[in-house]
Every structure is written in C-alpha cells, then in structure tokens.
C-alpha cells in the first residue's frame, strides 16, 4: 500500500510520558497526507502541558486547529474526537481504519484495554480494533513493570497487538532529544505500514535528507 493509498489511522494519546512521541507521529503521517482520527484524555493533556509546554484546551472545535498550529502541519489532515463521543466513526467495527496506536499508554489504560473495559471512546476504539482483528499498537512507558503490567501486555499480545514499548536505542548515534523520539516513531511507523523516507535502519546513522 502507498502512503496515498492508506487509510485513515486512529492515534490515542493517555495520561503515561511520552508525549513528544505522539506529537511527532502526528506531524509525520500528517506531512504523509494521511487522514488522523485523534482521541486525546484529559490526563494526556496535562502530560503535553508539563513535556511539550504545549496547552491544548478541552474545546473540540479548535483542538484540531490547536495541533495543527503547534506542529506546522495542515489541519485538514485532522480530526478531534471526544472521550464520550460514541457516534463517533472509531466506535464502530464498520468503520474503514485498519490501524490504531495508543502513545502513549498508561498501564491504567493498558488495563483496560487488556480486559475490554470500553469505558471511553480510546477503550472501544481499542476494543473495536481487536475484535475486528485489525492492527493495533500499544506504545506503554512505565518503569519498573510490576508483574501486572507485564501479564497486561502478554495477554495482548498473545492476542495479537503490537506492543512496542517506548524503549529508544542508541545505535544511531542520537546527538538531541529529537534523535530519541524519531527512533520510537521510525518503529511504530514501520508497524503501521508507513514508510516516509526517514526512518533510520540499522547501520545507517543519519536521517535521509540530512
């Protein structure tokens, strides 16, 4: 599938560190033109107020705009759900997404998810995804993983979602914070079939372009 091809893809973003994660998977799959479907906690929008000085409100009508603006990216490629929003189209297994990411996840969400709660929009989506056998990833940051977290994230995973913990190498060479995040988005990219040209590969230490 080409990047033109690709359908929309949902990113849910939860109350765990790791916001820059998100914001850069967002700014790269939006400069890709693909349609994002955004479902944003409120918890997460604390955690992007203390990681990225980024204050997004709670209104509907201008988050989207918000994010755009913050991340030098086209509006149009986004679209801002509401954590009670049940008509909304990530609800419904009718739905034409075949991939979502949750970065990133807290173990309260990664609970949930694990045993099909569905108590919130990012809930069902997830749950959506599972049962409808499609791609989902699951991007958790904690440290250090009690035994609950990690029976969590087996049982997921034996259920086939991608768990990809947000564990960046060094083996590129990282020289910035930026360096961080990207190797964390060049895996979760890989994951969901998108591939824009930057991903560093092993053996390789320097971005395309660069």
């Known amino acids: 599938m080409t990047i033109e091809q690709h359908k929309p893809i ?51 009508k201008t988050m989207a705009q918000e994010i755009a603006d913050f991340l030098d990216i086209d509006v149009k490629y986004l679209t801002c759900w509401g954590n009670k929003d049940w008509m909304s189209p990530v609800a419904s297994g009718s739905s034409d997404m075949q991939d979502m990411v949750v970065v990133p996840c807290s173990m309260g969400s990664l609970a949930r998810i694990a045993t099909g709660a569905s108590s919130n929009l990012i809930e069902r989506a997830t749950d959506v995804m599972m049962k409808e056998r499609k791609n989902l990833v699951l991007v958790p940051r904690e440290t250090p993983l009690s035994e609950i977290h990690l029976g969590h994230m087996l049982a997921l995973s034996k259920m086939g979602v991608r768990i990809i913990p947000a564990m960046p190498g060094f083996y590129h060479q990282p020289k910035s914070m930026d360096d961080l995040v990207d190797f964390m988005v060049d895996r979760i ?5 998108v591939d824009d040209g930057g991903a560093l590969r092993w053996g390789n230490t320097e971005r395309k372009g660069e």
């Open 10 to 60: 949902i990113i849910a973003m939860t109350g765990a560190s790791g916001a820059p994660y998100a914001l850069r998977l967002i700014q790269r799959l939006a400069k890709c033109e693909i349609q994002l479907h955004l479902l944003i906690s409120d918890a997460a929008r604390v955690v992007l107020d203390k990681e990225s000085n980024f204050i997004l409100s709670a209104d509907l």
């Open 189 to 193: 990219m890989d994951h969901i079939g």
